[in-house]
């Protein structure tokens, strides 16, 4: 079975820092591409970033670009998105997702930006 | 840029409901494949897939759940709607990077 456990969401100020994981498990994570996608309080879905196999070929939306890095440590099967220079409207909940085509979902891991 | 409609749908229980997505772009990938996803978001949940490469049904997806189109334009069908079919459904384009979601369908019951 595919699990998914993000961690690293909280609370932080305007300009802050955060750097999510993602533990993967139940699937051979190193063959997989994987996708970060995020979800404001009560809006829709909105793809964040994706990584591939390798961890070379990375790439992001335009709300992020610059201020976010999707890598990856195939060695402890986890994924991580540094979220630096963060703004309200980065306040989601996000999520790590399998796949190029969103497979497999985690619960999420809810960020807050105010001040 | 994906597009959705309707972006309400209200529906009787047994009776079917239809959702069209539309891309602005043909999401014909060079490898000959349409990545067109297909997502059911429950309240309180996180979004499952339903549907991938245009009408391919995941595993344990209910049969009444269908999915067709090509090029531009997509449909999503559920035969007869069922009270847990209450949610969000989003469609997805994975052809080119940076992929993207619809808006968004919410579907109730009346």
């Known amino acids: 079975e595919v699990k998914l456990v993000e961690s690293g969401g909280g609370s932080v100020q305007p300009g802050g820092s955060l750097r999510l994981s993602c533990a993967a498990s139940?699937?051979?994570?190193?063959?997989?591409?994987m996708t970060w996608v995020r979800q404001a309080p009560g809006k829709g879905l909105e793809w964040v970033s994706i990584?591939?196999?390798?961890?070379?070929?990375?790439f992001y939306a335009d709300s992020v670009k610059g201020r976010f890095t999707i890598s990856r440590d195939n060695s402890k099967n986890t994924l991580y998105l540094q979220m630096n220079s963060l703004r309200a409207d980065d306040t989601a909940l996000y999520y790590c997702?399998?796949?190029?085509?969103?497979?497999?979902w985690g619960q999420g891991t809810l960020v807050t930006v105010s001040s | 840029v994906m597009t959705q409609s309707p972006l309400s749908l209200p529906v009787t229980l047994g009776q079917p409901a239809s959702i069209s997505c539309r891309s602005s772009?043909?999401?014909?990938?060079?490898?000959?494949?349409?990545?067109l996803s297909w997502f059911q978001q429950r309240p309180g949940q996180p979004p499952r897939r339903l549907i991938y490469?245009?009408?391919r049904r995941d595993s344990g997806v209910p049969d009444r759940f269908s999915g067709s189109g090509s090029g531009t334009d997509f449909t999503l069908k559920i035969s007869r709607v069922e009270a847990e079919d209450v949610g969000v459904y989003y469609c997805?384009?994975?052809?080119?990077?940076?992929?993207?979601f619809g808006p968004g369908t919410r579907v109730d019951i009346k």
């Open positions: 997702v399998k796949g190029n085509n969103c497979d497999d």
């Open positions: 139940g699937f051979i994570f190193s063959s997989d591409a």
């Open positions: 990584i591939d196999t390798t961890g070379v070929g990375t």
């Open positions: 772009q043909s999401l014909v990938h060079s490898d000959g494949n349409t990545y």
């Open positions: 490469r245009v009408s």
């Open positions: 997805m384009q994975g052809t080119r990077w940076p992929g993207a």
